[in-house]
Protein backbone atom coordinates (compact mmCIF):
# COMPACT_ATOMS: atom_id res chain seq x y z
CA UNK A 1 0.00 0.00 0.00
CA UNK A 2 1.14 3.32 -1.08
CA UNK A 3 0.07 6.26 1.05
CA UNK A 4 0.79 10.37 0.60
CA UNK A 5 0.41 12.61 3.61
CA UNK A 6 -0.59 15.94 2.71
CA UNK A 7 -0.98 18.81 4.87
CA UNK A 8 -1.71 22.43 4.34
CA UNK A 9 -0.20 25.17 6.21
CA UNK A 10 -1.17 29.05 7.52
CA UNK A 11 0.36 31.03 9.97
CA UNK A 12 2.36 27.86 11.35
CA UNK A 13 -0.59 25.71 11.86
CA UNK A 14 -1.91 23.11 9.80
CA UNK A 15 -5.32 23.97 8.36
CA UNK A 16 -6.40 21.20 5.49
CA UNK A 17 -5.20 17.70 5.53
CA UNK A 18 -5.84 14.63 3.59
CA UNK A 19 -4.23 11.02 3.46
CA UNK A 20 -4.75 9.44 -0.42
CA UNK A 21 -4.26 6.01 -0.44
CA UNK A 22 -2.87 3.90 -3.92
CA UNK A 23 -2.80 -0.15 -3.66
CA UNK A 24 -2.34 -0.42 -7.69
CA UNK A 25 1.04 -1.72 -9.42
CA UNK A 26 1.92 1.41 -11.22
CA UNK A 27 5.90 2.49 -10.72
CA UNK A 28 6.52 5.18 -7.55
CA UNK A 29 6.56 7.78 -9.81
CA UNK A 30 3.22 7.46 -10.84
CA UNK A 31 1.57 7.18 -7.51
CA UNK A 32 3.11 9.94 -6.12
CA UNK A 33 1.43 12.53 -9.04
CA UNK A 34 -1.65 10.44 -9.10
CA UNK A 35 -1.80 11.26 -5.66
CA UNK A 36 -1.11 15.03 -6.29
CA UNK A 37 -3.50 15.38 -8.72
CA UNK A 38 -5.90 13.52 -6.04
CA UNK A 39 -4.67 16.54 -3.80
CA UNK A 40 -5.07 19.21 -5.83
CA UNK A 41 -8.98 18.16 -7.02
CA UNK A 42 -9.16 17.54 -3.04
CA UNK A 43 -8.18 20.81 -1.94
CA UNK A 44 -9.18 22.69 -5.29
CA UNK A 45 -5.72 23.36 -6.33
CA UNK A 46 -4.00 23.90 -9.78
CA UNK A 47 -0.61 21.67 -9.81
CA UNK A 48 2.29 23.38 -8.08
CA UNK A 49 5.40 23.06 -10.53
CA UNK A 50 8.44 21.20 -9.22
CA UNK A 51 11.30 23.06 -9.18
CA UNK A 52 15.17 21.61 -8.67
CA UNK A 53 15.19 22.44 -5.34
CA UNK A 54 11.62 20.65 -4.35
CA UNK A 55 12.58 17.67 -6.34
CA UNK A 56 16.04 17.09 -4.68
CA UNK A 57 14.46 17.91 -1.19
CA UNK A 58 11.76 15.14 -2.27
CA UNK A 59 14.35 12.55 -2.89
CA UNK A 60 16.61 13.18 0.13
CA UNK A 61 13.43 13.35 2.55
CA UNK A 62 10.26 11.81 0.90
CA UNK A 63 8.46 14.80 1.75
CA UNK A 64 9.04 18.12 0.32
CA UNK A 65 6.73 21.74 0.81
CA UNK A 66 5.15 23.37 -2.31
CA UNK A 67 5.59 27.57 -1.46
CA UNK A 68 4.01 29.93 -3.31
CA UNK A 69 7.13 29.75 -6.00
CA UNK A 70 5.35 26.64 -6.92
CA UNK A 71 2.35 28.06 -7.89
CA UNK A 72 1.45 30.07 -11.06
CA UNK A 73 -2.01 31.31 -9.36
CA UNK A 74 -1.60 33.62 -5.91
CA UNK A 75 -2.12 30.79 -3.11
CA UNK A 76 -4.00 31.73 0.30
CA UNK A 77 -1.59 29.69 2.65
CA UNK A 78 2.08 29.57 3.48
CA UNK A 79 2.89 25.90 1.89
CA UNK A 80 1.46 22.66 1.01
CA UNK A 81 3.58 19.41 2.38
CA UNK A 82 3.19 15.94 0.77
CA UNK A 83 5.01 13.11 2.74
CA UNK A 84 4.75 9.62 1.42
CA UNK A 85 4.32 7.81 5.12
CA UNK A 86 3.97 4.11 3.47
CA UNK A 87 5.11 2.15 0.37
CA UNK A 88 4.95 -1.35 -0.65
Not at 11 to 30: A, E, F, L, W, Y
Request: aromatic fraction near 12%.
Amino acid sequence: MFRMWAKIFESNRMIKDTVICDGGQDTRTHKIFAALDQICGEFDLEKPIWLDSTIAEFKRHDKVRFTQDNFIETIDFDYLEIHVIEED
